[in-house]
C-alpha cells in the first residue's frame, strides 16, 4: 500500500504521547489512522438539516431544549 | 411425528413473555425503602450495582436494546438516534420477534429506543397520563397469550423524567450553584416525585396480577439512569457528567424461582440484553456488531462471574461544557476505582469507589500511579476501540 508523510507540530506528537498512548499499545501512526478512520465514518454517517431539525424538536418536547 | 408435534407444543406453551419495565431516572439509594418497590424487591433479584453506559435516556435506552457501548452503536450523545448504525446492530427486540415474540410497548418519545422489531410501539404525548395505556397493554399481552404468542412488553414509566424537567431542569437554569446549595430541599423534592413512582407500581402489580402475568413472564424493573440532588457544582439534573449519583442504576429480575436476594457486584447495562437471551437460550446473532456486554445470569444462579469494568460516556446539553452532539467526559469503572476524562479542559479524577463512594477526594495526581496508569489504559481502549 502507498504511504504519504505527514508533518506533525512536534507539541502536538507530545501531547498524544503523554496524554492518550502513553499507557496503550497504540503506536503514535496507529492512533492518528484511527482518529481519521473514525472521522471518515461518521462523516459517512452525517445527517440532513432537515433530519437534525426534527431531532432538535423532539428534544424540545422532552424539555431539553428551549 | 406425533412427539415432534408435542414438542413444539411443550416449547410453545413454555416460552414466557419478557415484560421490561423502565423506571426513568429512578436512583435506587432515594427508593428502595418505598413500600412498593420493597413489595416487589421481595419477588427476585434485585442488582443494585448496574453501571449505565450513559446518564441521559437516549444512549442509555440504546445501550441496553443493543448490547453496544454508543460509540460502537452511533448512538453516544443527545443527537445520536442520527447516527445509529441499525443495520448493523441487532435489538433486544429483533432477537424476540425473530423467536416468535409479539412485541409491543411504549416510549416517552421517537428518539429514546429503538423501534426495530416492534410490532407495536405508542410514542407518548409529552407530559401526559400514560397509566391507562400501560394497563391496556398488560390486558394486550395477557390477550396474546391466550393465543398462544408470547409476549414481549415495553413500558416506560417517565413520570419522573417529567417532574424533572419542569421542577429542576427549567427552573434551575442557570441557578447550578443555588440548586448545589440546597442539598436537602433537593432530597425532599426528589422524594416527592418517587411517590408518584410509588403509586405507579401499586397499580401496575394489580395489574399484572389481574392478568396472571407473573407466572408465565420474565419481568425487569430497571432505570436508565439516575438524579443529581445538588452534589456536585454544574449539575442540576442529569447528562453532564459520569459521576456515581448518575451513572448508578439497577434491575429487579422477577421470574418464578429466582432467588429473593440483592447481588451488589458491579454490572452494565449493556449486559442486560446479552442476559436475557442467555436466560432465554438464544444465540447472538454473528452477523451483526458483536455484543460489549456479556450475561450475567451466573450470578443469579449463584456461581461466580469475573468482575466487571464499566465504561461510561456523556457530553452534556447544559453545564459547564455542553456537548450535546458528541460525548467529551469519559469513565472507565472497577468494583474500586473510577476514572473520568474530562476532554475540555482536559482533565482527569480519580476516585477510590470503596473508601470514597461519594466521589468527593480526587486522587489524580496523588500518587497512585500504578492504578492511574492501568485505569488510563483501560479507558483508552475503550475510547479508542
Not at chain 2, 444462579?301 to 452534556?316: H, W
Request: with cysteine.
Amino acid at each position: 500500500m502507498n504511504q504519504i508523510t505527514i508533518n506533525l507540530p512536534q507539541e502536538i506528537e507530545e501531547k498524544i504521547k503523554d496524554k492518550i498512548i502513553k499507557n496503550s499499545s497504540l503506536s503514535l501512526e496507529q492512533y492518528i489512522i484511527n482518529l481519521i478512520k473514525k472521522d471518515l465514518a461518521e462523516k459517512k454517517d452525517s445527517y440532513s438539516e432537515n433530519e437534525e431539525e426534527k431531532v432538535k424538536d423532539r428534544l424540545k418536547s422532552l424539555g431539553y431544549l428551549d | 411425528m406425533l412427539n415432534k408435534f408435542k414438542n413444539w407444543l411443550n416449547s410453545r406453551k413454555s416460552k414466557k413473555n419478557v415484560i421490561l419495565i423502565a423506571l426513568d431516572g429512578v436512583r435506587l439509594d432515594q427508593f428502595r425503602e418505598f413500600t412498593y418497590f420493597k413489595q416487589l424487591s421481595s419477588k427476585g433479584t434485585l442488582f443494585s450495582n448496574m453501571i449505565t453506559y450513559s446518564p441521559h435516556s437516549i444512549t442509555s435506552f440504546h445501550a441496553i436494546f443493543t448490547g453496544l457501548y454508543g460509540n460502537h452503536s452511533g448512538v453516544n450523545s443527545y443527537f445520536g438516534t442520527l447516527n445509529f448504525k441499525k443495520e448493523e446492530c441487532k435489538t433486544l427486540t429483533q432477537y424476540l420477534k425473530e423467536k416468535g415474540y409479539y412485541c409491543l410497548g411504549d416510549s416517552m418519545n421517537e428518539l429514546v429506543i429503538p423501534k426495530q422489531g416492534f410490532d407495536k410501539l405508542v410514542i407518548q404525548e409529552e407530559f401526559t397520563e400514560f397509566i391507562d395505556n400501560h394497563k391496556q397493554l398488560l390486558n394486550e399481552t395477557a390477550d396474546k397469550n391466550k393465543e398462544g404468542k408470547p409476549v414481549f412488553l415495553h413500558l416506560h414509566c417517565s413520570y419522573l423524567h417529567n417532574k424533572v424537567v419542569q421542577g429542576i431542569i427549567k427552573p434551575f437554569k442557570g441557578k447550578e450553584i443555588e440548586y448545589h446549595q440546597k442539598p436537602l430541599e433537593n432530597e425532599k423534592r426528589y422524594q416527592t416525585y418517587l411517590e408518584e413512582i410509588n403509586q405507579y407500581l401499586q397499580k401496575i402489580i394489580l395489574e399484572i396480577e389481574k392478568n396472571k402475568l407473573w407466572e408465565n413472564s420474565l419481568i425487569i424493573f430497571f432505570s436508565d439512569h439516575g438524579n443529581s440532588l445538588g452534589e456536585k457544582i454544574g449539575e442540576v439534573a442529569y447528562g453532564n457528567f459520569c459521576y456515581d449519583y448518575s451513572l448508578k442504576t439497577f434491575a429487579l429480575f422477577i421470574n418464578g424461582g429466582y432467588p429473593v436476594t440483592e447481588i451488589k457486584q458491579m454490572v452494565r447495562n449493556v449486559d442486560l440484553t446479552p442476559t436475557i437471551l442467555d436466560i432465554l437460550s438464544i444465540n447472538s446473532d454473528s452477523s451483526k456488531l458483536p455484543f460489549n456486554g456479556e450475561s450475567f445470569q451466573n450470578l443469579i444462579l449463584n456461581k461466580k462471574i469475573e468482575p466487571r469494568v464499566a465504561f461510561s460516556q456523556t457530553g452534556g446539553m447544559t453545564g459547564p461544557y455542553p456537548s450535546p452532539k458528541s460525548p467529551n467526559v469519559h469513565s472507565i469503572r472497577t468494583d474500586k476505582w473510577k476514572l473520568i476524562y474530562y476532554q475540555v479542559p482536559d482533565n482527569f479524577e480519580l476516585f477510590d469507589l470503596e473508601e470514597d463512594p461519594l466521589e468527593k477526594k480526587n486522587l489524580f495526581d496523588q500518587g497512585l500511579m500504578q492504578v492511574e496508569k492501568k485505569m488510563r489504559s483501560l479507558l483508552a481502549e475503550q475510547i479508542e476501540h
